[in-house]
């Protein structure tokens, strides 16, 4: 499993037993790090964040948690392998951020009665389910035509159509008086900031934290001190001269290898974006796959 995924998992897992331990010992974790509403007297800014990794009791609800998680393993795994660390888990937390964003926005218009009759929101919001479902956005928008069992349908079902229902599902549950107690707009929120940031992405490639690019940037920062330090020398001899003149060549040929294993992986994933990731050949893949352990 990668790394990130995991983490999250263990950290859920552990937050959701803390929160039972704990009330059954009279304290309220939920209360204190789930999202209240922004006017309301227990909100902190704090808790756009700390919310995420809270959950409803373990004994009340077990199912909140463990489809919360299963979901986050299956696709999280699947994402993080393609995108790498740094960037999964920047979008996981700033979709997490988004949702609770928009889930505010959301009592607010039920707080000034912009759908129907004032109402003011004390409760406090908690899961990770507007994270899950910006990463199965993800999912849908990188393997759109990965076909995928969904329980009860008999048959597979494409990814972006799986993708396109869920979000279809949520918005009727939204603009419904369901009254479930399920954050509906929150979901939407993560989806909503999950698909603004890919298609930022893919539009400024270039801030996809490309490594080789920081790399680059660094390696030229040595070089320019090392050439600055050396200009500060009454003489250089010749041996110094030919070291220096190797390693640009080194690094000139290390960047060209680096700049050609990028283009192969942009070219692997512009494949899996039109055809999908069954499209690829065995070789793609394994080649995919280490290039994800590398980041």
């Not at 700033?94 to 928009?102: F, Q, S």
């Not at 707009?185 to 298609?199: P, S, V, W």
């Amino acid at each position: 499993m990668p790394k990130i995924t995991k983490n999250l998992l263990i950290v859920n897992v552990l937050m959701a037993l803390a929160t039972q331990v704990a009330y059954m010992r009279g304290i309220d974790l939920n209360n204190l790090l789930g999202l209240h509403f922004f006017m309301a007297p227990d909100f902190h800014v704090f808790q756009l964040l700390t919310y995420m990794f809270m959950h409803a009791l373990i004994l009340l609800n077990p199912t909140h948690i463990l489809f919360n998680m299963f979901a986050l393993w299956m696709f999280g795994s699947v994402i993080e392998r393609v995108w790498g660390e740094k960037k999964f888990l920047f979008y996981y937390i700033c979709c997490g951020i988004g949702a609770g964003l928009v889930q505010e926005v959301a009592q607010y218009c039920d707080y000034i009665g912009l759908f129907g009759q004032p109402v003011m929101n004390l409760g406090a919001t908690v899961g990770a389910s507007g994270c899950v479902y910006a990463i199965l956005l993800a999912f849908g928008m990188t393997f759109p035509n990965e076909r995928i069992f969904i329980f009860p349908l008999p048959i597979p079902i494409k990814a972006k159509w799986f993708v396109a229902g869920y979000a279809a599902i949520e918005l009727y549950f939204a603009f419904s008086s369901s009254g479930d107690g399920v954050a509906h707009t929150a979901h939407l929120g993560g989806m909503l900031f999950g698909y603004l940031l890919i298609r930022y992405w893919n539009k400024h490639p270039g801030s996809q934290y490309n490594r080789s690019r920081g790399e680059e940037f660094f390696n030229r920062m040595k070089r320019n001190f090392e050439q600055h330090k050396g200009s500060g020398r009454t003489q250089q001899t010749p041996h110094m001269h030919a070291d220096s003149g190797a390693t640009k060549v080194d690094d000139m040929e290390y960047n060209a290898r680096k700049k050609a294993r990028q283009d192969e992986i942009d070219a692997i994933l512009d494949k899996i974006r039109k055809s999908g990731y069954d499209s690829l050949t065995k070789e793609e893949k394994k080649r995919l796959f280490d290039a994800s352990n590398e980041r």
